[in-house]
């Protein structure tokens, strides 16, 4: 994937500079919530969201977050999220395309910024055509928000929409 990404941004501009940065971040960030306890994992949702009540912008605890999501990805499903994927939720989180091909883990991708802007408390809506891919994101991402937000996932599917909120 970033391979197809040097193709919509010149290799050396600074949104390729500045995601390639926030994901040497969350690799940083790997080994301090490696050593959390599942409690003090599941907290940092509440921790999140006071900062986003004092004011803060959601861009300064994006890279926290999604490692707070790969780490609980680990532990539930085993799935770790690769540099690419991290990438990719970067951008979707900051309202951008990220195409990848099959196989490259858009399903692990969309659990990252789906997280991060949850902590608004307004609900996430992911939309897909794929009935396959409703099926599996409904899976995967209610097993990883369960364990790290610790209260009910309400999943509705509708025709082809798929909504989580």
Known sequence: ?????????????????????????????????????????????????????????????????????????????????HDVQLAGGFVLSEGGIAQMNTGEGKTLVSTLPSYLHALFGNGVHIITANCHFRCYFALILSAILHYIVSKKIYLQFKRLIFIVT
């Open 1 to 81: 994937m970033l391979s197809s990404m040097k193709k919509f941004f010149k290799e050396g501009s600074k949104d390729l500079k500045r995601i390639y940065k926030l994901v040497e971040e969350v690799n940083r960030l790997e080994g301090k919530y490696e050593k959390y306890s599942d409690l003090e994992l599941s907290g940092m949702k509440d921790r999140f969201k006071s900062i986003l009540d004092a004011g803060d912008n959601i861009l300064d605890i994006q890279a926290e977050a999604f490692a707070v999501v790969r780490e609980a990805s680990k532990r539930v499903l085993n799935l770790r999220h």
